[in-house]
Nanobody, 115 residues
Framework: QVQVVESGGGLVQAGGSLRLSCAAS????????MGWYRQASWKQRELVAV???????NYADSVKGRFTISRDYAKNTVYLQMNSLKPEDTAVYYC?????????WGKGTLVTVSS
């Protein structure tokens, strides 16, 4: 059984920063891809950033240059540093951990950016 738990969301003013953390634990020794998705109330869930087991990263165009994903492989933890936040970044952010094509999701953490 795998547990994925996010933390670090909250309310921030436009232009501010937040750092999200996600820890995956359980019966899996290591994961392939780990990443972040987000879902605003009026939109479908979308990819924000992903980092592979080799350290390759991929970002949504909307966050390139502002967000940075990183990973602690020993702790099965992934981070998302979010800078220069905009009101349109407001969403529930979900952590995703993949192993053997199985996707495990956290319950999400709310990020609210006020203008």
């Amino acid at each position: 059984q795998v547990q994925v738990v996010e933390s670090g969301g909250g309310l921030v003013q436009a232009g501010g920063s937040l750092r999200l953390s996600c820890a995956a634990s359980g019966s899996i020794f290591s994961f392939n891809d780990m990443g972040w998705y987000r879902q605003a109330s009026w939109k479908q869930r979308e990819l924000v950033a992903v980092i592979t087991s080799e350290g390759t990263t991929n970002y949504a165009d909307s966050v390139k240059g502002r967000f940075t994903i990183s990973r602690d492989y020993a702790k099965n933890t992934v981070y998302l540093q979010m800078n220069s936040l905009k009101p349109e970044d407001t969403a529930v952010y979900y952590c995703n951990a993949v192993v053997y094509a199985m996707h495990y999701w956290g319950k999400g953490t709310l990020v609210t950016v006020s203008s």
